[in-house]
């Protein structure tokens, strides 16, 4: 029952905010009932998960045989949990964007968006394989609208990067991927201990682990990995939510799902023994593009792979360790990005500066936001007192019990390049004296700063109640 | 020479689809186009009602002193083909007429001139 | 009464025709024709259910008992076909009214419905009989109307592709009439069955292998299979709207159900697939209309023709089905009958309206500029069929790529599966296309959607493609079943 809620709050969301469309206060108040609304659903359902219940539902029959089934399993939960929570925030904060920024069909935006968080909440709670991939397809197609929203060439030509990438994987590997495992296994629904194992070995099961791997091209793994910088012209909100969480989140959720269930942990690490040197590569390669870009929304975006590819090589390792280190990553890189993204929306608008070596001496005009923007950072890099500290002490323990030495050896000079790209952003903020600027402006409108400074307090809010979300990780290892 | 007597008919048949096929294809006059097509289809009447006809034999009236008969079917197979090929054949007249008026000319290569040029 | 609704099936629109003739009167041919479209849908219907439920079972027209009388049959295949050409039919027909009285003077209308009707019946004849030259007789009952069907678009180009469709239409018949009479020439009989039955042993006869080749070609031609294909893209362009949406949805389709029935039902599928080299020909064929023909759509820049081109690949997603000769393959093709039928007809249907709107004889890409501000419905529906098209879960579209993707692995034809996923690929390059130009490019003119009645049918058949993604008893559960009884004889 709340199953079926869950995702029919967000699609009902998007019909009704279509119907305000001539009254936007209304419009985003039922954005923001529905999120709330949402939130309180999946958490409701996620106690029952720390319980051990396995809450499922089926409806449909896409194709003979496989309904549409939907069932939570604590990975999922988390995932929705914090989808569906920042969904609230991201809302107060669009709202601050949108209208900060005059930006035109605003009812699509939000209609659009709503429908992505329906097909995130629809990655999360699949029950099969065939359902995960129709809501990941779901997710790249509501999305387009987003990303291409400015309606100019260069949205043009971003959405076709998006587009073309996402679908290129997703159609020519993940689907063969599915089809051969329906042919060898019989099976697509997810089960403990997997599908395949026993089925394949060998070059053809690494084969097979090659297909999915790529497959799910949200995950970014290089060199796929350009449609998300491509998607950077989208509105800052999407690039922080959509971005920065639901849509990466759902393509390194799907690959932590297909290790884990379809592959199974112990067949798994056979299959995928040649991931983490993929996965450590794209760390030290995207970090290596981060440094040197100026846009720092660019810079963000190669972050973003960067800190994707942990959690693929954190799943890949399969340790318990490092998968419960992989689950709580999903949730920690997602809080303090979207901080970050956040932090970058609320800059342009108010001082319409989008890139790094701009940013000398804002930090005093706009002290809260950045100081956001450093805990964010911090969650970034791993420290103390951020999120980010604890998802990267158990992918340093799994790496260890593993004594897998090339995932730990990425891990520490990733983890200095990280400081490299995005302490000095904090630094000419608050310590190099401004440029002599005729702009007058505070921070950005009261809604951004609120969303911002929510995400900020939930990252270290993370790291000092780190029980809950471990409980759930803990259940899926 | 017996195997091209014994199957005369055959050979007529073939010789009357190729010819047609060939005006069909290598012609661009579209009524010119269309007698191909009528004798590529009279070849198949041919086909058909050849085999099914017995040298002394009558209609298949079961009648005292006869004892061999034609085969009627294909006699009334074709009946129905050659009522189809006169419909074909009358609406690919209409459609000759109406291409004339519209275009003034029934040759194919000046109608593909005159639609890449717009002229009427 | 429920023995003769076979007959009634056909009996219903081809009487139709001539009342509409006599009338005269536009909105008699309306009614008369959305009335006939609605019965033909329900007693398709009703023969499904009792295929599904009793098995096949024939009927003897005139009571002349097979083989000598004529044999109507309905078994599991024509029973689907049958539902799926009704199905377009009752989605066309309401559609018709504005389509036509916007394109054709009030004085010819008539006509229009009247050709419908018989193309109609003609093509619910093919699909229905069980005997090779009533099939004939029906093929060009229905081709001849579809000729006339195209004729009466509203530019001169028209007049020049329903002449060249007619050439090619006519000597696609009369080499299935030159097959049909070699068989009958070996085995003196015309009966579907019967002919099967004769047939045993003899394949390897040089009149047989002669009788397949004209068939396989005249078929091959009647269904635009690659690189028979050169009638359709002119053919869909220059057509009516009605005209377009109603053919590319049925005419091929059952087209492909007659190569079906000949391939699988009346030659010996053994012989047919491991003496001869079907399965490479047909794979071959048919992965070469997927790519090379939505190649040439994506660089196309009239809509209607675009499509056209993308009905080229389309078909050779449903004839590959044939070339991998397995139950998943064939239950691709099948379903594909369909699920094709259901997406092409509605971005016909779709573009009919934005043809309409805008008033100009032909659809540039670049004319759909703006199109959702200026049509948000249709743009909305016309995206919701291209995806199907391109094949994405939750369309009908995803189904039968899914089906002919297990159908290749399981003959380990790696290559076709490569194949089959560029081709959605390329697919995605032509409908994006459309929708960049739709929704990303400012475009002139104020709001006015399409007409109501054009609208809705439309979205209807745009919302059957998600319907056939999510409950698939309808289509694949029928394709399931036919794939099965046309492989019962195989091995």
Redesign the interface.
């Known amino acids: 029952m709340m199953l079926a809620l869950s995702i029919l709050i967000p699609a009902a969301a998007a019909a009704l905010i279509a119907a305000c469309h001539r009254r936007p206060n209304l419009r985003e108040a039922v954005s923001l009932a529905a999120a709330a609304g949402l939130f309180a659903c999946v958490a409701s359902l996620g106690g029952d998960v720390l319980r051990g219940a396995r809450p499922s539902l089926a409806a449909?029959?896409?194709?003979?045989g496989f309904a549409?089934a939907f069932e939570l399993e604590p990975l999922g939960c988390l995932f929705a949990l914090v989808a569906s929570g920042l969904w609230f925030v991201s809302g107060v904060y669009s709202i601050g964007y949108m209208r900060g920024n005059d930006e035109r069909h605003q009812t699509r935006f939000y209609v659009c968006f709503a429908l992505a968080i329906a097909g995130a909440i629809g990655v999360a709670l699949a029950g099969n394989l065939?359902t995960l991939?129709?809501f990941y397809?779901?997710l790249t197609?509501v999305t387009y609208?987003l990303v291409?929203h400015h309606?100019d060439e260069p949205?043009?030509r971003g959405?076709?990067t998006y587009?073309?990438l996402l679908?290129?994987s997703s159609?020519?590997f993940l689907?063969?991927a599915m089809?051969?495992t329906?042919?060898i296994g019989g099976s697509l629904d997810f089960a403990p201990g997997g599908i395949l194992a026993g089925k394949l070995s060998g070059p053809a099961a690494a084969g097979l682990a090659a297909l999915y791997a790529f497959g799910i091209g949200k995950a970014a793994l290089m060199p796929l990995h350009r449609w998300l910088p491509a998607a950077m012209v989208a509105p800052t909100p999407v690039s922080a939510l959509l971005h920065a969480v639901a849509v990466v989140k759902a393509g390194v959720f799907s690959i932590v799902k297909v290790v884990v269930y379809v592959f199974g942990i112990g067949f798994g690490a056979e299959a995928f023994a040649w991931l983490p040197w993929v996965a450590g590569f794209t760390i030290i390669a995207a970090s290596i593009v981060a440094l040197r870009a100026d846009n720092l929304k660019r810079r963000l975006a190669y972050s973003t792979v960067s800190q994707l590819a942990y959690v693929v090589l954190a799943a890949a390792i399969l340790t318990p360790l490092s998968i419960v280190g992989a689950a709580l990553h999903i949730a920690a890189h997602a809080l303090g990005k979207i901080t970050l993204f956040f932090a970058a929306g609320a800059i342009y608008t108010a001082a319409h500066k989008t890139e790094v070596s701009q940013l000398d001496g804002l930090g005093r005009r706009m002290p809260w936001t950045f100081a956001a923007f450093a805990i964010g950072a911090l969650s970034m890099i791993g420290l103390p007192p951020a999120a980010g500290f604890v998802s990267k002490w158990f992918m340093v323990s799994g790496a260890l019990a593993a004594q897998h030495w090339f995932a730990l050896a990425v891990l520490v000079a990733s983890t200095l390049l990280n400081a490299g790209y995005f302490l000095p952003i904090v630094y000419r903020a608050f310590f190099v004296p401004a440029l002599p600027d005729d702009a007058r402006h505070g921070e950005a409108p009261w809604p951004m700063v609120a969303a911002l400074v929510a995400t900020a307090a939930l990252t270290v809010a993370m790291f000092v109640w780190a029980d809950v979300p471990l409980a759930l990780a803990r259940r899926l290892a | 020479m017996s195997a091209v007597a014994a199957h005369f008919s055959y050979w007529v048949t073939l010789f009357l689809m190729i010819a047609g096929l060939y005006i069909l294809i290598a012609r661009g006059n579209l009524m010119k186009k269309l007698i191909g097509l009528g004798v590529f289809q009279t070849s198949v009447y041919l086909l058909y009602i050849a085999p099914g006809k017995l040298v002394g034999g009558t209609a298949p009236i079961v009648a005292a002193g006869f004892t061999t008969y034609s085969n009627p079917l294909p006699h009334v197979l074709i009946l129905t083909a050659i009522v189809v090929g006169v419909a074909t054949l009358a609406l690919g007249l209409a459609i000759t007429v109406r291409i004339r008026e519209a275009y003034g000319t029934i040759e194919e290569d000046e109608i593909l001139e005159r639609d890449r040029t717009g002229e009427r | 009464m429920v023995e003769h609704l076979p007959a009634l099936q056909v009996v219903l629109p081809l009487v139709a025709a001539p009342l509409i003739v006599l009338a005269r009167s536009p909105r008699f041919a309306w009614l008369a024709t959305t009335a006939v479209s609605y019965a033909c849908l329900v007693i398709a219907a009703l023969l499904a259910t009792r295929v599904a439920t009793l098995g096949a079972f024939s009927y003897a027209l005139g009571s002349w008992a097979p083989p000598w009388g004529i044999e109507y049959r309905v078994d599991a295949l024509s029973a689907f076909v049958l539902v799926a050409v009704a199905l377009t039919a009752s989605f066309v027909a309401p559609y018709a009214r504005r389509s036509i009285a916007a394109e054709l003077d009030a004085d010819r209308q008539y006509l229009m419905y009247a050709m419908y009707c018989l193309c109609l019946a003609g093509l619910l004849g093919i699909t229905v009989t069980g005997d090779a030259f009533n099939l004939f007789v029906f093929l060009e009952i229905s081709s001849l109307a579809s000729y006339v069907l195209i004729a009466l678009g509203r530019r001169r180009q028209a007049l020049v592709a329903a002449f060249q469709y007619m050439l090619m239409g006519t000597v696609g018949a009369t080499f299935y009439v030159i097959g049909v009479g070699l068989l009958y020439l070996v085995t003196g009989t015309l009966n579907l069955a019967d002919l099967a039955e004769r047939l045993r042993g003899v394949e390897d006869l040089r009149p047989v292998l002669a009788a397949l080749a004209f068939i396989t070609v005249g078929i091959g031609l009647k269904l635009a299979l690659f690189p028979l294909h050169q009638w359709l893209p002119n053919a869909y362009a220059y057509a009516p709207s009605m005209a377009t949406a109603f053919l590319a949805a049925t005419a091929t389709k059952v087209s492909v159900y007659v190569l079906l029935r000949f391939y699988f039902t009346v030659f010996d599928p053994a012989a047919l697939f491991d003496r001869l080299p079907t399965r490479e020909t047909f794979l071959a064929l048919s992965v070469a209309a997927m790519i090379l023909a939505s190649l040439v759509a994506v660089f196309e820049r009239e809509v209607k023709r675009l499509f056209a081109w993308s009905s080229v690949a389309q078909i050779g997603y449903i004839t590959l089905g044939i070339g991998l000769e397995n139950h998943a393959g064939l239950t691709g093709s099948i379903a594909h009958l369909l699920n094709h039928g259901v997406t092409k007809g509605a971005i016909f249907l779709l573009l009919g309206g934005v043809a309409l709107r805008s008033g100009a004889a032909s659809i540039s890409v670049g004319s759909l500029a703006g199109l959702g501000r200026r049509m948000p419905l249709t743009a909305f529906g016309l995206v919701i069929a291209g995806?199907s098209l391109i094949g994405?879960?939750?369309t009908a579209g995803f189904?039968t790529?899914?089906f002919l993707?297990?159908g290749a692995?399981?003959r380990e034809a790696w290559w076709v599966?490569g194949a089959i996923?560029?081709s959605?690929?390329i697919a995605?390059a032509y409908v994006?296309r459309l929708v960049?130009a739709a929704?990303?490019?400012?475009g002139q003119g104020t709001r006015r959607e399409a007409p109501a009645g054009m609208l809705a049918a439309g979205l209807a058949m745009a919302g059957l493609c998600v319907y056939f993604?999510?409950?698939?008893?309808i289509n694949?559960?029928g394709a399931?079943d036919a794939a099965s009884f046309l492989l019962r004889g195989a091995r």
């Open positions: 449909g029959e896409i194709l003979p549409l065939l991939y129709l397809e779901f197609f609208p291409t309606g949205a043009r959405g076709r587009l073309a679908l290129v159609m020519l689907l063969p089809a051969i329906w042919w | 995806l994405v879960p939750g189904v790529k899914w993707i297990l692995i399981e599966v996923l560029a959605s690929l995605v994006w960049e929704y990303l490019r400012a993604g999510f409950f698939t008893s694949v559960a399931s």
